[in-house]
């Protein structure tokens, strides 16, 4: 890294470019091995041995961690807040996840969490989880207002509910251009509901299940990664028929499973259950950068972006979880779950190089019923 900051001091290269060298350097340098483990775990809703995390979710500020915990009978969605806390045998502050908070209970039998995350909404000072769950005859999605220090309760903001159908994915739109707007991922379409007004509409899938959703932020465009593995934009001013009518159309092989924009929207990540994770340019329906090395066949694993737009990282069905550079491609870092991993269900991470408590950045993983703690040196 010597060598960066003596080319910075020179001029050679821009702080923009030294900054990702940075990190993309200090992701390299990552513990293989967790330092610490969260304590005390929020875990006494579940019996003997039975659960486990199936999803984490940093929020925008880097402050709250959504948390999913599933098993054949019950669901449970926390919320936790990241903290500093004096380690003794380090001497040095280390970061864990406390205040932990009931956000809701599902007790629906035969029933799984298939999509889990954040909602801005408004000013962004209250937090919203959006959720859905799928399985039994009837499917639901709802958006809860957690619970915060005033009243310590949630509220249900809006809740969808369909018979028959599965509800793969669902997101909420914090676009200005369309605010209030809840997109669904059912079987052989999507549904986008304006909650407002309550009026709805079906989007074009090419009779296809989709598995994943992003809101455009700057435009009324939803895009929506099909199982027939295809990434479509759609502009919900001028609902589509046919593949003529997208804004976009990006092909993969296989089942898309995960997509997320990027600050600029003209670039978008995409995951698909073969696992091939490529960076597209959406005007040129063009593949930019592809990133080697991901394990998946058969699960819905979410492929994440950090704030700064770095780093690319994802958990793999093998349960390694592996870190690229977001601008080359390069694979930076893979850690190995912990011994401790016994069951068949992937870890769960979040990662930033800046939580807001200011402490040092790292990786938060989450396998079984624990979630370790592994530090940038």
């Not at 696992?275 to 998946?296: A, C, Y």
């Amino acid at each position: 890294m010597l060598q960066y900051f003596t080319s910075k001091q020179k001029g050679t290269i821009s702080l923009a470019r030294y900054q990702r060298l940075a990190r993309e350097n200090a992701v390299k340098h990552m513990e293989v091995k967790p330092t610490s483990e969260v304590t005390p775990f929020p875990d006494r809703y579940f019996d003997g041995e039975s659960g486990y995390i199936s999803r984490l979710e940093l929020d925008k500020k880097q402050k709250h961690v959504l948390m999913v915990i599933s098993d054949d009978y019950l669901s449970r969605l926390w919320q936790g807040e990241i903290v500093c806390v004096p380690n003794p045998q380090t001497e040095r502050e280390e970061l864990t996840i406390a205040n932990w908070t009931t956000v809701n209970i599902l007790t629906t039998r035969n029933c799984m969490v298939t999509h889990a995350s954040w909602a801005q909404m408004g000013d962004g000072k209250d937090l919203y989880a959006l959720y859905a769950i799928s399985g039994g005859t009837t499917s639901s999605v709802q958006l809860f207002k957690c619970p915060s220090g005033e009243d310590g309760i949630s509220h249900i903001s809006y809740r969808y509910e369909s018979n028959h159908e599965m509800a793969w994915t669902c997101a909420w739109s914090n676009s200005p251009t369309l605010p209030a707007h809840l997109a669904i991922g059912s079987t052989r379409k999507a549904i986008v509901v304006d909650t407002l007004s309550a009026s709805k509409q079906k989007l074009h899938t090419c009779h296809s299940d989709v598995f994943s959703q992003v809101f455009s932020r700057k435009s009324p465009v939803l895009y929506n990664g099909t199982r027939r593995g295809e990434v479509l934009g759609v502009d919900l001013r001028i609902p589509s028929h046919s593949h003529v009518d997208m804004t976009a159309v990006l092909r993969h092989n296989v089942s898309v499973c995960s997509i997320q924009l990027l600050r600029d929207e003209n670039y978008l990540v995409a995951g698909d259950l073969g696992g091939e994770i490529k960076l597209w340019d959406v005007r040129k329906s063009s593949v930019v950068q592809e990133f080697k090395g991901h394990h998946n066949e058969n699960y819905h694993l979410p492929v994440k972006v950090d704030f700064t737009e770095s780093i690319l990282y994802a958990v793999g069905q093998d349960k390694y979880t592996r870190f690229w550079s977001l601008k080359t491609g390069e694979l930076l870092h893979t850690i190995p779950c912990p011994s401790a991993c016994q069951d068949d269900h992937p870890p769960a991470a979040i990662y930033s190089q800046k939580y807001s408590c200011q402490g040092r950045p790292g990786l938060f993983l989450g396998q079984e019923r624990q979630i370790q703690w592994y530090p940038m040196r």
